[in-house]
């Protein structure tokens, strides 16, 4: 098999007695998206917290590309190449689609936030940014301001500015929440021609869109995977049915 682009090795993280996550080993290749699913509370956004560098594990490893990246902070792991989208919104509203996804790029280059005037007029970097806006569908709306965007535009906009970071891999957390069933669809078909050009570690409550995408599926619960596999295996698990699925599978 090849070699892992992103690792936990035993991830361990605990809140008091609380043992958010117990020994995690998960492991995202070439190619895949690999789906973490769980109930809510199960450990998820700590896990992402811990692989992205927000929170310093307990114990266990982080390796990206083969390398031991627990110790380095957020920025110097998107610089290495992990790429992550939150549950959360990030963009800046006020600023125009295109000045949101070149802010992507300049993380990419390294260079400190204050030279973002400087570099909307950098060719380079603004042709990666219209690039990644062309990828996502949103090369019309560059010039718009973000706020007035659809929500399922702003996931676009989201999946850009990761992209313009030329990711060796992404860590994407909900990416579908808030999403219609027309959002929804959309954002599925960019993941899944995504996963060609980096692997998805993907947190989805959606199971529609987990059952389409993953090509494995781990199952988080009380901070522990229960089960890894293909879809078909996590789906007919009887353990995982009864911890999370129930009627969904
Ligand atoms: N900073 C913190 N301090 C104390 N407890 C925390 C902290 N962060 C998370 N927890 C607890 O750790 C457990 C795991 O939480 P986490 O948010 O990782 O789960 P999750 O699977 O992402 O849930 P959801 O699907 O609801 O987002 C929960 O019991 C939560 O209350």
């Given at each position: 098999m090849t070699e892992p682009v992103l690792e936990t090795r035993g991830l361990s993280k605990a809140f008091g007695a609380l043992k958010a996550t117990e020994d995690v080993s998960v492991a995202l290749h070439p190619g895949e998206i690999h789906a973490i699913i769980g109930p809510n509370g199960a450990g998820k956004s700590t896990l992402i917290a811990q692989i992205c560098g927000a929170l310093v594990p307990d114990a266990g490893q982080v390796r990206l590309m083969g390398r031991d990246v627990t110790r380095l902070p957020v920025p110097a792991r998107a610089r290495a190449g992990l790429a992550r989208t939150f549950q959360i919104s990030q963009l800046a509203m006020e600023d125009t689609v295109l000045q949101n996804a070149l802010l992507g790029a300049l993380g990419a280059s390294g260079r400190p936030w204050r030279f973002l005037r400087p570099a909307l007029g950098d060719q380079s970097l603004r042709e990666r940014a219209e690039a990644a806006l062309e990828r996502v569908g949103?090369?019309?709306?560059?010039?718009?301001?973000?706020?007035e965007l659809s929500h399922g535009q702003r996931r676009q906009l989201e999946v850009a500015v990761a992209l313009t970071?030329?990711?060796?891999?992404?860590?994407?957390?909900?990416?579908?929440?808030?999403?219609?069933?027309?959002?929804s669809a959309r954002l599925?078909?960019?993941?899944?021609?995504?996963?060609?050009?980096a692997p998805i570690l993907l947190v989805e409550h959606d199971m529609d869109a987990v059952f389409a995408l993953?090509?494995?599926v781990s199952v988080l619960v009380y901070g522990r995977v229960i089960a890894s596999g293909s879809v078909d295996e996590i789906r007919r698990d009887p353990a995982v049915r009864e911890a999370y699925l129930g009627d969904s599978a």
């Amino acid at each position: 098999m090849t070699e892992p682009v992103l690792e936990t090795r035993g991830l361990s993280k605990a809140f008091g007695a609380l043992k958010a996550t117990e020994d995690v080993s998960v492991a995202l290749h070439p190619g895949e998206i690999h789906a973490i699913i769980g109930p809510n509370g199960a450990g998820k956004s700590t896990l992402i917290a811990q692989i992205c560098g927000a929170l310093v594990p307990d114990a266990g490893q982080v390796r990206l590309m083969g390398r031991d990246v627990t110790r380095l902070p957020v920025p110097a792991r998107a610089r290495a190449g992990l790429a992550r989208t939150f549950q959360i919104s990030q963009l800046a509203m006020e600023d125009t689609v295109l000045q949101n996804a070149l802010l992507g790029a300049l993380g990419a280059s390294g260079r400190p936030w204050r030279f973002l005037r400087p570099a909307l007029g950098d060719q380079s970097l603004r042709e990666r940014a219209e690039a990644a806006l062309e990828r996502v569908g949103l090369a019309a709306q560059a010039a718009t301001r973000t706020a007035e965007l659809s929500h399922g535009q702003r996931r676009q906009l989201e999946v850009a500015v990761a992209l313009t970071l030329a990711p060796r891999a992404f860590v994407m957390d909900e990416p579908m929440a808030g999403l219609g069933a027309e959002g929804s669809a959309r954002l599925t078909r960019l993941l899944d021609g995504l996963r060609a050009e980096a692997p998805i570690l993907l947190v989805e409550h959606d199971m529609d869109a987990v059952f389409a995408l993953a090509d494995r599926v781990s199952v988080l619960v009380y901070g522990r995977v229960i089960a890894s596999g293909s879809v078909d295996e996590i789906r007919r698990d009887p353990a995982v049915r009864e911890a999370y699925l129930g009627d969904s599978a």
